[in-house]
């Protein structure tokens, strides 16, 4: 079983910036395509970003492209979502995910594939 642990949340003022870290206990975290996902108040939950087992693929969704870099350190077993320029509509509580995965250039942006969830960490715009 892999366990997720997002961390970095908080409250920022709009077109500030946020690093949120995902740290992961799999043993052979590069086997995992991860995700980071989001949950505004009230909505369903979104894609944001995705990035391979490797690290050398990524994909956003076009609200954040631009703003948002997804990365990983395999060593450490974490993953990253550096967020810049955010916006209020930026605020949700953030997800990481994992999905075992043979090939290392795997991207996944649909949410049920994941077979991984983290608790998810709050993100707040003030405007």
């Known amino acids: 079983q892999v366990q997720l642990v997002e961390s970095g949340g908080g409250l920022v003022q709009a077109g500030g910036s946020l690093r949120l870290s995902c740290a992961a206990s799999?043993?052979?975290?590069?086997?995992?395509?991860m995700g980071w996902f989001r949950q505004p108040p009230g909505k369903e939950r979104e894609f944001v970003a995705t990035?391979?087992?490797?690290?050398?693929?990524?994909a956003y969704a076009d609200s954040v492209k631009g703003r948002f870099t997804i990365a990983r350190d395999n060593a450490k077993s974490t993953m990253y979502l550096q967020m810049y320029s955010l916006k209020p509509e930026d605020a949700a509580v953030y997800y990481c995910?994992?999905?075992?995965?043979?090939?290392?250039?795997?991207?996944?942006?649909?949410?049920?594939?994941?077979?991984?969830w983290g608790q998810g960490t709050q993100v707040t715009v003030s405007s």
């Open positions: 990035i391979s087992g490797g690290g050398a693929r990524t």
């Open positions: 799999a043993h052979t975290f590069g086997d995992y395509a």
């Open positions: 995910a994992a999905k075992f995965t043979y090939y290392s250039g795997e991207l996944y942006s649909d949410r049920s594939v994941y077979e991984h």
